[in-house]
Structures are given as structure tokens and as C-alpha cells.
């Protein structure tokens, strides 16, 4: 049905989660779904459909930036009918009291990307913002999970390699961590009457210089995938 993922109609739940590592999305699938089928292998961004407690619930690689999401998003959305998409991600920080591990659930996402004004023209700075009840569930699963979470603005880079981004005058304005993300997932869902979130795990200090390795970002940043889980099927 679709350019990018060969599934058929009914093969990818009404919720889906999106991290960006087709390794991650076998990691989720093969560790916390049931009775899982591979629906896509098409540019090896796996999607898997199980269910979680119960519930029906699918996986799907988004690949990395913008460019990339909003392919995937636009055809879950469009062409499978997907209500509810949460990505699954790394994040790296920049607030003040946001360590590696913790958790980012970003409730808008400014971006630096022309994605916003290819949509709006120059004279409109459109704001992406997630799902509240989404942003809110979240929040009180992982605070029940006791995870140490933030909640707010992110910024959704265009470029991993910028040398000419001000990180701390972000920082300052309250921007708590940089991903490629969510600014087009929130604005790609609202514009076809579904909803997103970002729940993402910090997976290095931008201004500290700490970080984790591939294989933790991988595999271990396993409260992000639970908190989004049962956020799935609330």
C-alpha cells in the first residue's frame, strides 16, 4: 500500500512505536511483545506487529532525521490508519539537571529545520506540540516507575554535526535535549488527526562530554521502551 513499508491492510496496529534503530525496534519486538510478525524488511526498517498485555501494539523503524520520520510517519498514518505514534529515541542533553539515563518526554519540539516553513512560509513559526494526554500519561507511568523524567522543550536539529549551533544560549531558554525527530512526527500527526509523543533516554551530556556506547543505546535504555509501551495502550 505504500513506497516504503510492504505490509497489508491490518497488519500494523492503530498505535505504533518509532525508534530510529532497526535494531531497536528487534530489540523491543523480541523482548517485551508476543506472538510477533515481521511485516516489513523493506530498506531493513524492520516493522513488527505483537501485542503487550494484551494489546495490539507495532514497532517500526523510523530511520535517522527528519527526511527520514516523516516517510515513515506519513505512510503510517495514511495508509494504515495509525492513531497513536511514539517515538522511541536517544536524546542528547543540554538542561541543566539532565543526566545520561534519565528521561525526556517533550512536550513541544523547535527545530532549526526548514520542514516548518516549507509547510507554513516565512511568515508563520509554527510550534509542534505532542498529544497532552499522551505527554501526561507518560509522565505518570514513569514517575510511578520512579524514573527520573523531564518534561518540555526539545529541539529537533537538522544536522548531528553543527558547530555553529548555540547549545548553551538553548540551554538557557529552557531546551532540554537535541534529537532529529519529533518536530515533524507532532506536526505530520496533527495534521491527520493522530497523536504523537517523544519519550526519549539521554544518551550523552552535549555540554559535559559524557555519553554511552552504541550497544547501550541499543539495548539498555530499557525504561524508555517500557514507559512507551504502556503509554501504547493506555
Known amino acids: 500500500m505504500s513506497t516504503h513499508i510492504d505490509a497489508k491492510p491490518g497488519d500494523i496496529a492503530e498505535v505504533v512505536l518509532m525508534p530510529g534503530d532497526p535494531l531497536r525496534a528487534?530489540?523491543?519486538a523480541e523482548n517485551f511483545l508476543e506472538d510477533i510478525v515481521l511485516y516489513n524488511t523493506v530498506r531493513n526498517a524492520f516493522g513488527y506487529t505483537g501485542t503487550y498485555k494484551g494489546k495490539r501494539v507495532s514497532v517500526q523503524a523510523s530511520g535517522m532525521g527528519i527526511p527520514?520520520?516523516?516517510?515513515?510517519?506519513n505512510e503510517l498514518v495514511k495508509f494504515y490508519g495509525v492513531k497513536k505514534l511514539i517515538r522511541v529515541g536517544t536524546i542528547g542533553a543540554i538542561?541543566?539537571?539532565v543526566k545520561v539515563r534519565d528521561v525526556i518526554?517533550?512536550?513541544?519540539a523547535s527545530t532549526d529545520s526548514s520542514f516548518i516553513h516549507n509547510i507554513f512560509g516565512r511568515s508563520i513559526y509554527y510550534a509542534p506540540t505532542a498529544d497532552f494526554e499522551m505527554v501526561y500519561d507518560a509522565y505518570q507511568i514513569a514517575k510511578n516507575m520512579g524514573v527520573k523524567t523531564h518534561v518540555g522543550n526539545i529541539l529537533s536539529a537538522d544536522r548531528f554535526y553543527n558547530d555553529e549551533i548555540d547549545n548553551e544560549m538553548l540551554s538557557e531558554y529552557g531546551v532540554l535535549g537535541i534529537e532529529m525527530e519529533a518536530?515533524?512526527?507532532y506536526t505530520i500527526a496533527v495534521k491527520h488527526d493522530a497523536k504523537a509523543v517523544a519519550i526519549c533516554t539521554v544518551s550523552d551530556e552535549i555540554l559535559n562530554g559524557v555519553s554511552t556506547s552504541s550497544k547501550e543505546r541499543e539495548q539498555?535504555?530499557?525504561d524508555m521502551m517500557i514507559i512507551s509501551l504502556e503509554t501504547a495502550i493506555k
Open 26 to 28: 528487534k530489540f523491543i
Open 68 to 73: 527520514s520520520i516523516s516517510i515513515y510517519a
Open 95 to 97: 538542561g541543566k539537571d
Open 105 to 108: 518526554i517533550a512536550d513541544s
Open 183 to 185: 518536530a515533524a512526527l
Open 220 to 222: 539498555s535504555f530499557k
